[in-house]
């Protein structure tokens, strides 16, 4: 078994505070509290489903970090997915073509960003694998890429790009 260099999730913090979907959740958890206070129970519970509502949408979204998990090792990226129902991807990193990295001005302040993979890999042939809400994104993305820099020469795998109207 290959020794894990990195072992990672998607940050629940960093997507609580450094997105609009994690701030408008909070913000839609607080009204239901400020409302039911500040009204004196004149709405009765109502904005009390607000709250419940909100920390629904929060427990999902933890319920989903828990869920998925990441680990980098010299020769592949090894996904690991389900809490009741478990599954496992591996990406050979030499089969790895692309590695991309978005994020927003929020995902900047919250120091988080998503990384999305482009590969020849069966797991990824009809759609990139993307990791959201990544914490250190910039520095996982560089030793991803360094990695799969290091599995190509020890494989001795180069990458042909076949151009022209022909092809």
């Known amino acids: 078994m290959d020794v894990v260099r990195d072992s990672f999730r998607s940050s629940f913090g960093g997507w609580l505070w450094g997105t609009a979907a994690g ?39 933890w319920l989903q970090v828990m869920s998925e998990h990441y680990q980098l090792t ?10 009741v129902f478990k599954s496992i991807d591996e990406i050979e990193l030499y089969r790895v073509k692309d590695v991309r990295m978005n994020f927003s ?33 910039q520095a996982r993305r560089e ?5 799969v820099d290091a599995a190509r020469r020890k494989r001795g795998v180069r990458e042909i790009d076949m151009v022209g109207d022909h092809f």
Request: charged share 15%.
């Open 105 to 137: 001005l929020l995902n900047q302040v919250a120091g988080i960003g998503t990384i999305s993979l482009a590969s020849s890999d069966e797991t990824t042939r009809t759609a990139n694998l993307t990791l959201p809400h990544i914490p250190g994104a």
């Open 23 to 61: 701030l408008g959740t909070l913000v839609a958890g607080l009204a239901g509290i400020v409302l039911t206070v500040a009204t004196a129970g004149d709405w009765g519970a109502w904005p009390l489903v607000l709250t419940g509502l909100s920390l629904l949408a929060v427990l999902a979204r």
């Open 74 to 83: 010299d020769e592949r990226l090894i996904v690991r997915r389900g809490i």
């Open 143 to 147: 030793e991803l890429r360094r990695l």
